[in-house]
Every structure is written in C-alpha cells, then in structure tokens.
C-alpha cells in the first residue's frame, strides 16, 4: 500500500470552495487524488455579481485550478464533464471514459431553480458562471447602449427598467450595483438619455429581503436599497416573464433586462446517486456527510442537504461548503486509520451583503453592523478569501479605483450587438 | 451656422487608432460629431496578443469609447454597425437607419487575410478582436489539457504542436508568448505531461521575420526565438490548413492549434465607397488623405493605402492611423476655416515588436536596439500610450507579476469543454 498505484483513488468532483478544500485537506494524506471539473478555473462566486455590474474583470475572481494544486503531489486534475456516478460499480462516468474510485466526494454545486418554469431562463438569466456574469454585464450594458438610441420613450422607459427577482445576497448586490452604475458610474456618457432615469426593481417572494439575516437587518438592507434609488418589493411572487417583462401579481412589470437570483436546484448528478432527494434536488446526507447506504460517497456544499445540526438545512454558504470539505478530508483519513468518522458541525463565522459604496450588513457573532463599517468588513474578507496574492492585489486596486473615481474598469460588451 | 443643430455634421466610422484620434483633434472645432462603431470599446490592439496568451484580461486593453469622449461636448457615440456607405446621397447606412454627414471619416480598420482560402480560418483563426483573442486562449489552453489526458503518443504530440502563420510583429509575438508559457509558465502543473515537451513553429512565406525592419533586426528576431525554443520557418509559404494541420510546401506539420497572423483584408465597408481598390481591398487615398472626386470624405488607418509619401504604401500600424486621424480633423478644420489642406506626411518614430521576457527588437531614429533595453523601451512605449489610467497601473502591475514570478494572470478558459 505504499507505492502510490496502490493507494486509495479519492476522487472529488468539482473545485468549488467545498472539493477544493477536501483536496487541499488531503494533501498529506497517502491517497491518489483526483480533482474533476469541467471548468480550469475554481470561482470565488462570492464575486461573481461584480463581474456582472462591470467592477471586476472574469480573470480577477478566478484561477486556475490546476495552478493551486500544483504543488500538492498526490493530486492531479482532470478537465472533463462528469455525467454520472455508478455508485455499485464505484465508479466515475466521464463524457468520454470513466475513473474507478474507493472514496469520491461530490461537490458539484447547485444552479438556479426556476419553479417548473424553465422557459423563463432565456429572458432572465442566473448568475452562477463566468460566462452568466458576462451575459448579465452585456445585457445591462446593452440596454443602456439600445435606449441611447431608441426614439420612442415607451420602449426607452422599458429598456431602462431592471428587475431582479430574488432578495437574497446576490439579488440585494446586483440591485445595489446596478442602481450605482446608472446613478453613478455612466451619468456623463450619454447625450440621449439621463441613466439617472433608469428605474430598478427588486422583486422578493417572501416577506423580507435577506431571509437567512435577522428581521433588523433586512430592514436596514431594504432602507439602503431605497434611499439608493431602487424599488423593494417583497411578499411579491413573479407569476410570469416574458422578452418584454414580468407579471407580479396582478401587476406587470415592463422591463427588457431581468436578472434570475431566486432559488436553487442541486446539479442532476445527484439523481445518478440513487438516493431520494429533496425538493431542490439535494442529497440528505448522514451526520459523517456521507450518503446513506455508501459509507465511501461524500456529498458537500449546494448539492448536499445537512440536517443533523439544527434539525433545518444548513444554508448554501461558501463556508459551509469549506467546513464540510475539510470535514470530509478528515473522515476520509479517520477511515483509512481505522478511527471512527466525526460528525460535522458547522461553525457559524458570521453573514454579510453589501448593498453599494460604502454600504453593506453583517451579523457577527451575534452583533450586527451596517454602513461603512460593515462594507469594510465585506471587503476585508472577500479580499482575505480570494485565492492568489495576485488576485487580492488586483481585486483591492480596482475597489480602491472605482471608490475614488465611482468608475468600473470592466465595462466590455463582447459579442455582437444585436439585442440579445 | 452658430447653434450645434446647424453645424456641420462630421460622421467618424470605426473607433480605432485613427477614428479617435480623428475626433479627439475636432473637440473644439464647431461641429457635430457622431462616432460609431459596433464595440462599446477602443481595443487597444498592439497589446491583443498579450489577452490571447493570457497574460492580460481583456478589460486590460479596451476602454469604452463613451468614457474616452465623455466630456467632449461636440460628440456622442454610438454603438451600431455600418454596412455601407452612400456617398452620392452623403449617408452612412447603418443596419437599422442611416446618418446623413458633411464630412466623413471612414477608419473601419481590416481583418485578417486568407488569401482565397476562407475555409481555413476556421482552423486557423486570426487575432483582431476580443472574441478573437478569448478564442485562442481557450484553443491554447485547452490543447494543453486534452494533451494530459490523452493515452495515444501521436495525437498528444499533434496536441503540443503550435503553429504560427505569419512573421510580423504579432506572430513573432505569439510564438514568443507561447514558448514561454510552455517552457515556464504551467511546467509544474501538468502530471501525464510536460509542457517543455511542447513544439511551436512560426512559419513566414517571405524570406525573413519582421519584413518591415532591418535585416539584422530580423536575425535578431529569429535567434532569439530559436534560443526560447521556436522553430523558425522562413521562404516557407502555406499550401493548405485543415483541422489536423497544415502543409507547407511538401511538408505536413501535424498541429491542433493553428494560429493565423498573416495578411491583410480589409474592412468590406471599402467596396460600398464605389472607388478603385487595391489587392488586400484597401482604398487609395489623395494626398489629403481623402477618396478622389470626394473631398468630403476621408479613408485612414489600415482601411486606406497611402503612396503619395516614399511611391510604397505606409505600413498598417497604429502610429500611421493615429498620425492620419489628426491630419484628417486639421484638413476638415482648413476646409471649414476657408483654408487650403495639407498633404499627409508620416513621421516615423520607430518600430519594435517583443519576443519574451525581457527580449524585444526596436529601431529608433536609424538606432536598432535588443534585449532588455528594447523590452523596457517596449514597455515603456506601450503602457504610455494604453488608453487611461487604471489601465496603464493594471497592466503595469501585471507585466510586473508576470515578470517576478512567470506566471501569467489569466488563465481562464471560458465556455464549453469540448475540443474547439
């Protein structure tokens, strides 16, 4: 057992926060490991609306996978689509091949869910990849660049409408952004039209913003909001969308940029697991994070579903991703020992969303802070977290840029420019 | 003629060097300006192959051109595409409407030319735009990574071949960037395969490298890429390309990455001007640089093909379209003014082109220059003229880092995993 080809084969789909810190945890463990992805690139999704309201540059939040785990010999990583799992032939299957494993982790993330209304997709999209990022600037961009242009104030009023659907972080960050940039950022670019007109709605099924925080601090996050020029509606389920808009309620929002950051469906590759999955697609797991019946199969982050600890599922959190990875790095190497397995504990370290310039919420060890202090906070962690002292560095000089100069360095449309 | 709505309507087609430079030079001359491309941003494109050997992000080297001419009262901008020009009728015919004009800048910029063989620009795409670059990139990138895991010898070796086609400034600047990536950049990060293994050819049909230098520069130029590990091929024309590879005369090179930095065609915007053209379909212009029997509209930049000053043509770079944008707006300010023109007279102010780190060629005022001296002369030169300031800070930082450590900022392939 001690040439490497007879080591153990772990396997870790997916280099999100949670697999990478499993592969990381198992650097010094005697296993061959290998880290599946079908992108090079691990993504501080944290980030990602950023990208998306034109702060940061694709490059600035990403990096490549391969790059952090260069130095980790018992790892290597394969660039391939994992389609499903086999977990009676233990065994990987690839779109072109397939990797016989004795443990596998499987981090393979959540998309957004659009309640059985698929179509609804195309004419507002999620955010959870690079590529949506870029879409997402590129509409925004674009709808601004079309309303220059457009002589019938009708169609210009609604081509300066943005409607986000879904107050959590990420809506409450796109929002906040995309108020910024029209009141902001482009107020001197245009000759047509004033992008201080531009109306933004941010549109939330349930009854407050920011679900997971305490009631205070949603308040305090919808405040903001408002007095920064976008519109809060909350109790408010969108019942259609269409090119041209939403319908909430009775009421139709015209609007031709929407943006999708409601709910969340786990990847399908849980449904290769054979296990029942919950209503959002996830896997329960057992209290080691292990599937039930399958000691040797792991399933963390997004995709999974803990219970154990509160008797409510844990939140979808990079660090309850990052807890349960080093968890199972751990588990793994208790079972290789012959030592009984530990059950996870998430540590709660504390939750935080910004909202603009200077303004953001954060509860921490049961206090909260709001205003610059908060948004200080923010931007110390985010930048603490980000992978590569390249990145912090460059990360730290565009918010340091765009905050003296209220400018965003990444305004690129790519592509063609028919509407999209 | 006092209120802007009488004022003469000035109409600059295509963003480029010699586009903005054209407009930027008629801030305060009394017309109404309109700019129109079909980008949001200047590219600033001697820098474009540093964005596709991931070396710079592409926010790097571009900037909208809406921020560049915010606070020039006479102009706006807009984005849309022109697909012919109307010069009897004084209109340029956008895709969705038409612009009438007093005077006319036409700086459509061209592409890349295959010579009657348009099929192989899919298998051998050019580098002129963003797109363009992210799409070779990911080409390079991803050869990398279907080489490790690749079980058969031929086809990863055929997965490690490069070619370049084209021995100007950009294709000795790609081969050079792609040498140092294999041989430095990711050489750690690969287990099946070594990077160093990797073979780059540069392939030119004419008889040496950098036509448009001295002939000693030109050896300077093709030793310094042989010590960096480039096969250079001079006198060496390509007879065919095709997903496998390409064949020069005889020979079969077998390579799935193929680059095309040869030729010249230019933007087809030309034909539409109803004027004679020259082979690559570049208008010849009259000394004042306007199209002959139209003193109201003017062709610079690489669009244009101007011998009135040595019997050849200037060579397509951007100090000649800069040079011409500005003669352009003093010739339309004479005109205006009731003065007589002047004839365009390009001042040289030198050539470089750079080969690696810390390895380039230069020629300044009859003086040649190589090595360290000429890349911190090419850094220098080229961070000088990027467009804005955080942008020059950026890529100052990054070339920095590059340097330091050898290691390259964007590494990010974007998109789908499937073979290109």
Redo the contacts between chains.
């Keep these: 057992m001690n040439s490497p080809a007879g080591r153990p084969r772990v396997i870790v789909v997916g280099a999100g926060f949670g697999g990478l810190a499993a592969a990381r945890a198992l650097a010094h463990v005697p296993v061959q490991l290998t880290v599946v992805d079908?992108?090079?690139?691990h993504l501080f999704q944290p980030l990602l609306y950023q990208v998306a309201t034109a702060a940061l540059?694709?490059?600035?939040i990403?990096y490549?996978i391969?790059?952090i785990l260069?130095?980790q010999a018992n790892a290597?990583?394969?660039?391939?689509?994992v389609v499903a799992i086999d977990v009676a032939r233990r065994e990987v299957r690839l779109a072109d091949g397939s990797l016989p494993y004795d443990f596998l982790v499987v981090a393979g993330g959540a998309g957004h869910a659009y309640f059985g209304h698929d179509a609804w997709e195309k004419d507002a999209p999620g955010l959870k990849t690079?590529?949506d990022a870029?879409h997402i600037r590129r509409r925004i961009?674009?709808a601004f660049?079309q309303a220059?242009?457009e002589t019938d104030p009708a169609v210009r009023r609604d081509l300066l409408t943005f409607v986000i659907v879904g107050g959590g972080p990420t809506g409450v960050e796109l929002a906040g952004a995309i108020a910024e940039i029209s009141r902001h950022v482009?107020v001197?670019?245009?000759?047509?039209i004033d992008p201080r007109e531009a109306r933004i709605v941010l549109v939330e099924a349930g009854p407050r913003l920011l679900p997971a925080m305490l009631p205070a601090t949603s308040e305090t996050a919808a405040a903001t909001l408002v007095r920064l020029g976008v519109e809060v509606r909350v109790g408010t389920p969108v019942t259609d969308v269409d090119a041209r808009g939403v319908s909430i309620g009775g009421e139709r929002l015209a609007a031709r940029t929407v943006v999708w950051a409601a709910g969340v469906a786990a990847s399908p590759l849980a449904r290769s697991l054979g296990v029942p999955l919950d209503r959002a697609g996830r896997v329960p797991v057992e209290p080691d994070l292990s599937v039930a019946g399958h000691p040797e199969v792991f399933v963390i982050g997004d995709l999974s579903v803990y219970t154990h600890q509160t008797g409510r599922p844990l939140p979808g959190l990079s660090p309850v991703a990052l807890q349960q990875g080093r968890a199972v790095a751990g588990n793994i190497r208790a079972t290789l020992a012959g030592r009984p397995r530990h059950r996870f504990h998430y540590v709660d370290k504390g939750t935080m969303a910004v909202i603009g310039r200077s303004e953001a919420v954060a509860e921490i060890a049961g206090l909260r802070f709001s205003g610059l202090v908060a948004w200080l906070l923010w931007c110390f962690v985010h930048i603490f977290f980000l992978i590569g002292f390249?990145?912090r560095?460059?990360v730290m000089?565009?918010w340091a840029?765009a905050y003296f100069?209220y400018?965003r360095?990444?305004?690129?449309?790519?592509?063609d420019?028919e509407t999209p």
Tied chains: 1, 2.
Excluded at 188 to 192: A, K, N
């Design positions: 079908r992108r090079n690139h540059s694709p490059g600035d990403a490549p391969r790059s260069r130095h290597r990583v394969l660039l391939a689509e690079l590529e870029i961009l674009l660049e220059e242009r482009i001197s670019d245009f000759r047509s390249r990145n560095i460059i000089m565009e840029w100069t400018q360095g990444a305004r690129l449309i790519t592509g420019v």
